[in-house]
């Protein structure tokens, strides 16, 4: 960490991102609310498809990923397999994991808050890059 001494420019840049920060949080909920989803299960299922294992991540994976505890991330995905948006499936070679692939129902709905979130994914860069060359 750097010694200098913090400016009201630093703080100025900080209040800015803070802001925006939440502006997109905001947006984001709303876009997910709009798609028949709530904001923990839009994030499900995005750590499900954007999860690098090609056989789905696991319920552990899940947790660490959302920074839940283990039973919360196992409530989640019973949650989201009810509302016929994953499947869970014992792990070919570790059977005691249980791995989580979207349906096509789930893949559907995080495409349609995928799309409402790149625009505010490209609005959220360009007021950053504004902030960062303040």
């Not at 960490?1 to 997109?24: C, G, I, K, N």
């Not at 947790?63 to 505890?69: E, F, K, P, W």
């Not at 019973?78 to 994991?97: C, M, S, T």
Request: glycine letters at 6%.
């Amino acid at each position: 960490m750097s010694a200098r001494r913090l400016t009201d420019a630093d703080y100025a840049r900080l209040l800015a991102f803070r802001v925006e920060l939440r502006a997109f949080l905001h947006a984001s909920e709303r876009i997910a609310h709009a798609a028949r989803l709530t904001p923990t299960l839009h994030q499900l299922l995005l750590v499900v498809r954007g999860h690098a294992d090609p056989a789905g991540p696991t319920i552990g994976d899940v947790a660490a990923a959302l920074d839940v505890r283990h039973h919360t991330a196992v409530e989640l995905a019973q949650r989201a397999e009810r509302a016929g948006l994953v499947d869970r499936a014992r792990d070919e070679h570790d059977h005691r994991q249980v791995r989580l692939r979207l349906t096509d129902e789930g893949s559907a709905r995080l495409d349609e808050v995928t799309r409402g979130h790149l625009p505010a994914i490209a609005r959220l860069a360009e007021r950053l890059r504004g902030v960062m060359d303040a």
